[in-house]
């Protein structure tokens, strides 16, 4: 087709569209495509404020930092920060898989029946063989768990939430008859580490702690440094604009279900870690506690905005508010309802940023 | 004629018997295309006659129920629009397939990133930012288009900008049309 001759009508359509006349330096190859003239409009500011949307959870979390420092007497010590780190792992490493599923527009209810298939799968074996055979057999039941659900979502197209919703219940219960209703101590050295570490002074900095850093460290890369994480915004975005530009949108959204399995079955040796008994009724609520901590990190319900840095401290806050509350001796029911308080007001914020800009 | 025009201008693409069906709704009835090697072509009717369809099957967005196409005299099957990009065909589609939260170096290499040279694009798929940001700067700077940033989202752009990011994207990267 004509593209020269389709700009020459684009052009004439749109006054705006002038050849630059903006001076070329050469430090700066971007302003050769820039002009000097940025209009500065409201809409523009609450644009570049969002720009950062990693600020809000962070302001939040600060607060929650200074009010409970202020309010109480046992929340600022190192020896707190280490228990809320040891007490982020589980949720904050399933909740990086829960953000790669919400970035393509997804959601998993299953995550943490995932987590606690590969728990009771690793218990289980550890009990009477190898323990390194056990968490590989632990971590490929937790893959093939998401992948099923990749599978079902990208190639058969059912809604995430039915789909995961579905594998929820099947999974608690295969984990279940699995495991005949008991529950596994774990004696291994190699499953419980991660709830070990290198003391500085008194305080325990955790393997598990430094695996769910590392493993932010590793997501944040792929998601901003790589085609594959351009493309998982991009598909979350619009996956037909994704689509029309040569994406393989079900590979794409098919490798961020069974990554983010990967993801649980990390999460399933933190959990080990955390507290070594593999326990098939365990962690029931898991899969909303790691929603929570995406969308309180500021990642859109819609897809395609957040992000892995914005999960880790979407997960401090939800563990931090429920530490200072506790510290404070506050009833741990008003911890669930300031929680769900919270959630609402992120997705509201979400909603509402995200219907303007779509407008 | 001239010596230089004497030997028939090849046809760029052909198309024979293009039909599509949508259930009941025949979108498309043999439909047959022919455009010539650097010819400008409107494919114009009324609304519903088919015109997205046909632009669309010749895209490779849509794979037609029969009919065959011709790239160069050569057939060829499309069952994606990747193959019809790989084949060097590149569209603007009515709806622009911009995604809005992306920026707009983002958009036009949106499928075909390009890597950095050596271990880090190789093993570690380490995106070249620097080089698609330049690349796209200058494609926006050749054909007249002014924005602000190459990294502003496109959603943070006109609509006349849009569109000029959809086309500047396809004439980046069309090899035949």
């Given at each position: 087709m004509g593209t020269r001759e389709l700009l020459g009508r684009v052009r004439m359509q749109d006054p705006e569209m002038t050849v630059a006349t903006a001076p070329r330096s050469d430090s700066d190859k971007e302003a050769a495509a820039a002009v000097a003239t940025p209009p500065t409009s409201p809409r523009q500011q609450t644009l570049s404020l969002f720009a950062y949307p990693i600020m809000g959870p962070l302001f939040a979390l600060t607060v929650i930092f200074v009010t409970f420092s202020l309010t109480t007497s046992t929340f600022m010590n190192a020896g707190n920060m280490s228990l809320i780190a040891q007490q982020s792992v589980v949720t904050g490493t399933l909740a990086l898989g829960q953000t790669l599923i919400i970035l393509v527009s997804g959601i998993d209810l299953a995550d943490g029946a995932i987590m606690v298939l590969g728990t009771v799968v690793a218990g289980s074996i550890a009990s009477h063989s190898d323990a390194a055979l056990a968490m590989a057999l632990g971590f490929v039941a937790c893959v093939v768990a998401a992948s099923i659900n990749g599978l079902v979502i990208a190639r058969f197209r059912l809604p995430p939430f039915i789909a995961t919703l579905g594998m929820f219940t099947i999974i608690a219960a295969a984990a279940r008859l699995y495991s005949q209703s008991r529950s596994f101590p774990v004696t291994s050295d190699l499953l419980s580490v991660l709830g070990s570490g290198p003391e500085f002074g008194k305080v325990v900095v955790t393997y598990g702690t430094m695996l769910w850093v590392a493993l932010t460290l590793v997501l944040g890369y792929a998601l901003n440094e790589t085609p594959w994480g351009v493309r998982v915004y991009a598909i979350g975005n619009s996956p037909i604009a994704a689509r029309l530009n040569g994406v393989n949108v079900r590979r794409v959204v098919f490798s961020a279900y069974a990554l983010a399995g990967v993801l649980y079955a990390f999460a399933a040796w933190q959990a080990l870690g955390r507290t070594p008994i593999a326990d098939p009724s365990?962690?029931?609520?898991?899969?909303?506690?790691?929603i929570t901590a995406v969308v309180i990190g500021g990642t859109s319900l819609f897809g395609g905005r957040g992000g892995v840095a914005g999960t880790f401290i979407g997960t401090l806050i939800v563990v931090a508010l429920k530490n200072g509350l506790t510290q404070a001796?506050?009833?741990?029911?008003?911890?669930?309802?300031?929680?769900?308080?919270?959630?609402?007001?992120?997705?509201?914020?979400?909603?509402?940023?995200?219907?303007?800009h779509r407008a | 004629m001239t010596p230089a025009f004497a030997t028939v201008p090849s046809l760029a693409m052909q198309a024979i018997g293009?039909?599509?069906?949508?259930?009941?709704v025949v979108a498309m009835d043999?439909?047959?295309?022919?455009?010539?090697?650097?010819?400008?072509?409107?494919?114009?009717?009324?609304?519903?006659?088919?015109?997205?369809?046909?632009?669309?099957a010749l895209a490779g967005a849509l794979i037609p129920d029969s009919g065959q196409i011709y790239l160069d005299g050569e057939p060829v099957r499309f069952s994606s629009p990747l193959d019809a990009r790989l084949a060097g065909v590149e569209t603007v589609y009515q709806e622009l397939?911009?995604?809005?939260?992306?920026?707009?170096?983002?958009?036009?290499?949106?499928?075909?990133?390009?890597?950095?040279?050596?271990?880090?694009?190789?093993?570690?798929?380490?995106?070249?930012?620097?080089?698609?940001?330049?690349?796209?700067?200058?494609?926006?700077?050749?054909?007249?288009?002014?924005?602000?940033?190459?990294?502003?989202?496109?959603?943070?752009?006109?609509?006349?900008?849009r569109q000029a990011v959809a086309v500047a994207r396809a004439a980046a990267w069309a090899a035949r049309l």
């Open positions: 365990g962690y029931q609520l898991a899969n909303l506690d790691s001796g506050i009833d741990s029911l008003y911890q669930q309802i300031a929680t769900g308080a919270l959630v609402m007001l992120a997705v509201g914020a979400d909603q509402h940023l995200g219907r303007g | 293009l039909t599509k069906h949508y259930g009941q043999g439909a047959d295309f022919e455009l010539a090697r650097g010819e400008i072509l409107a494919v114009v009717g009324d609304n519903g006659a088919g015109k997205s369809t046909l632009i669309k397939a911009v995604a809005t939260q992306l920026d707009i170096a983002q958009n036009m290499f949106l499928g075909r990133e390009v890597r950095k040279p050596g271990v880090l694009g190789a093993f570690l798929w380490q995106l070249d930012k620097k080089r698609m940001r330049q690349q796209a700067a200058e494609q926006m700077h050749s054909l007249g288009v002014r924005v602000q940033s190459i990294r502003q989202t496109i959603e943070t752009l006109s609509g006349g900008q």
